[in-house]
């Protein structure tokens, strides 16, 4: 039972262009969602998060935006850089069950071309 | 900047083999995380700890045990690796948030 889910495996995008990764999760228990960057042979870095009572967080080129009716959060990255080639995880933290969970999607390549 | 060290980048080792994997934390913090990353399968939970002592099986736990005998140090033991445990393992600490130590990519044959 995949809670939370990143539907494109893989994203292409042309430099200087805005980069839009997607992520859907099914449990509304979930109230932080935080966004991780990983580049090959290294650990997963925290990018940006954001809160559920938010509906949109800016951290420089990165944005995130939560849209609670829909389940759905998107981060966007403009302008795309060739540095911002990675996988980048969604994950959704919350009380589920009586527990706090944190729960990682599947992760989207991105790569972008120069 | 919080450390997260995992002490080996790569291992290669045989099924049936006990095998483990440690990892440091220099930031004092009470939680720490063992994950396996997966192609396609993103980021699971095997095993945490909320302090000394204390652990708590994650999604995936079967196969696996953990240690945690200092505050700092974290341990994934495989008692008896296997094929489908290879895979690349990611320990992290958490306070707000997770840090990731490098990970460690191992190689069961």
């Known amino acids: 039972d995949q809670q939370v889910k990143q539907n494109s495996p893989s994203l292409s995008v042309q430099e200087g262009r805005i980069s839009i990764l997607n992520c859907d999760y099914t449990?509304?228990?979930?109230?932080?969602f935080l966004w991780y960057k990983k580049y090959p042979a290294e650990g997963p870095t925290f990018l940006i998060s954001?809160?559920?009572?938010?509906d949109k967080n800016e951290d420089g080129r990165f944005t995130v935006f939560l849209n609670k009716s829909a389940k759905h959060l998107s981060l966007h990255i403009v302008p795309s850089q060739p540095g911002d080639s990675a996988v980048y995880f969604c994950?959704?933290?919350?009380?589920?069950?009586?527990?706090?969970?944190?729960?990682f999607g599947q992760g989207t390549r991105l790569t972008i071309n120069p | 900047d919080v450390k997260v060290t995992q002490s080996s980048r790569y291992l290669v080792k045989r099924t049936g083999e006990k095998v483990f994997l440690e990892c440091v934390q220099d930031?004092?913090?009470?939680?720490m995380f063992w994950y396996r990353q997966d192609p396609g399968l993103g980021l699971r939970l095997i095993y945490f700890?909320?302090?000394?002592?204390?652990?708590e099986k994650g999604d995936i736990p079967e196969g696996y045990s953990v240690s945690r005998e200092k505050k700092e140090r974290f341990s994934l033991i495989l008692e008896s690796a296997s094929t489908n445990q290879t895979s690349m393992y990611l320990c992290?600490?958490?306070?707000?948030?997770?840090?990731f130590g490098s990970g460690t990519q191992l190689s069961v044959l």
């Open positions: 954001i809160s559920s009572i938010k």
């Open positions: 449990n509304s228990m979930f109230d932080y």
């Open positions: 930031m004092d913090h009470e939680n």
């Open positions: 992290a600490s958490y306070n707000e948030k997770l840090f």
């Open positions: 994950a959704a933290s919350g009380q589920v069950q009586g527990a706090q969970k944190l729960v």
């Open positions: 700890s909320y302090d000394v002592k204390m652990k």
